[in-house]
T-cell receptor
Framework: NAGVTQTPKFQVLKTGQSMTLQCAQD?????MYWYRQDPGMGLRLIYY???????DKGEVPNGYNVSRLNKREFSLRLESAAPSQTSVYFC????????????????FGNGTRLTVT | SQQGEEDPQALSIQEGENATMNCSYK?????LQWYRQNSGRGLVHLIL?????REKHSGRLRVTLDTSKKSSSLLITASRAADTASYFC????????FGSGTKLNVKP
């Protein structure tokens, strides 16, 4: 039981390049999330998906796109990377359904460390 | 803006001492959760407390919730060097917001 798996673990991009961060969970969870973590800023929500086929914006969605490919996989795409997107990116999942209240814990991957030069 | 904000930002104690971290939030909640993050790793869930609960225990962890003050505290008793980590509170909403964390250093 791997939990939440993120690939790659590290990535260096040049400004303007594109890439996709992959996330997969094997816990049959309904909801999946993408966060970024910057020093002193805590975690900020980029996008989330409450169920397969649905996505919604979080606090900082600009410059990113997401795809909920199926129930297991939720990818984050940077179309044209900028230095401001240098960060650690975390994917998380939760069993909760479309209800407003999240009453169960989030399970996190170990992150992707992205540097944009 | 983020819902949960932890205080203090950093805390350094000796092994065996107790560590207390606080979290304040802005709007009404149904539950509040605490997470731990070891350096270079993802967040790990510690404990969830519902709005109708005032106190909850899990091993050496004690969490309190005061909905009238919109605040929560996390107490780690008899701290160990392995408790060195960052601790985050998160309040429930559809989008699940986190605070910026308390960095705890437990010196052996």
């Amino acid at each position: 039981n791997a939990g939440v798996t993120q690939t790659p673990k590290f990535q260096v991009l040049k400004t303007g390049q594109s890439m996709t961060l992959q996330c997969a969970q094997d816990m049959n969870h309904n909801s999946m999330y993408w966060y970024r973590q910057d020093p002193g800023m805590g975690l900020r929500l980029i996008y989330y998906s409450a169920s397969e086929g649905t996505t919604d914006k979080g606090e900082v969605p600009n410059g990113y796109n997401v795809s909920r490919l199926n129930k297991r996989e939720f990818s984050l795409r940077l179309e044209s990377a900028a230095p401001s997107q240098t960060s650690v990116y975390f994917c998380a999942s939760s069993p909760h359904d479309r209800g407003f209240t999240i009453n169960s814990p989030l399970h996190f991957g170990n992150g992707t460390r992205l540097t944009v030069t | 803006s983020q819902q949960g904000e932890e205080d203090p930002q950093a805390l350094s104690i000796q092994e065996g001492e107790n560590a207390t971290m606080n979290c304040s939030y802005k709007t009404s909640i149904n539950n509040l959760q605490w997470y731990r993050q070891n350096s270079g790793r993802g967040l790990v869930h510690l404990i969830l407390i519902r709005s109708n609960e005032r106190e909850k225990h899990s091993g050496r962890l004690r969490v309190t919730l005061d909905t009238s003050k919109k605040s929560s505290s996390l107490l780690i008793t008899a701290s160990r060097a392995a408790d060195t980590a960052s601790y985050f509170c998160a309040t429930d909403s559809r989008k699940f917001y986190f605070g910026s964390g308390t960095k705890l250093n437990v010196k052996p």
